[in-house]
């Protein structure tokens, strides 16, 4: 049987949606689109530089 004064007493409140918002928005996050539009912008610029399509 569940004792809901021992789980009441180990429950530890998430933040709050602003709070994660706020704390997420410091993060610099780089994702996959970020990462694939360097990767081909590099391969682009090496190629223009070697004089290939």
């Known amino acids: 049987m ?3 004064d ?3 007493k ?3 409140k998430n ?3 602003e709070e994660l ?3 997420l928005a410091s993060y610099d996050i780089t994702d ?3 990462v694939m539009f360097d990767i081909v912008k590099s391969i682009r610029e090496k ?3 070697n004089g290939t399509i």
């Open 10 to 12: 180990k429950f530890k």
């Open 15 to 17: 933040m709050e949606f």
């Open 32 to 34: 996959m689109d970020d």
């Open 21 to 23: 918002k706020d704390a």
């Open 47 to 49: 190629n223009k530089n």
């Open 2 to 4: 569940i004792d809901f």
């Open 6 to 8: 021992a789980e009441k």
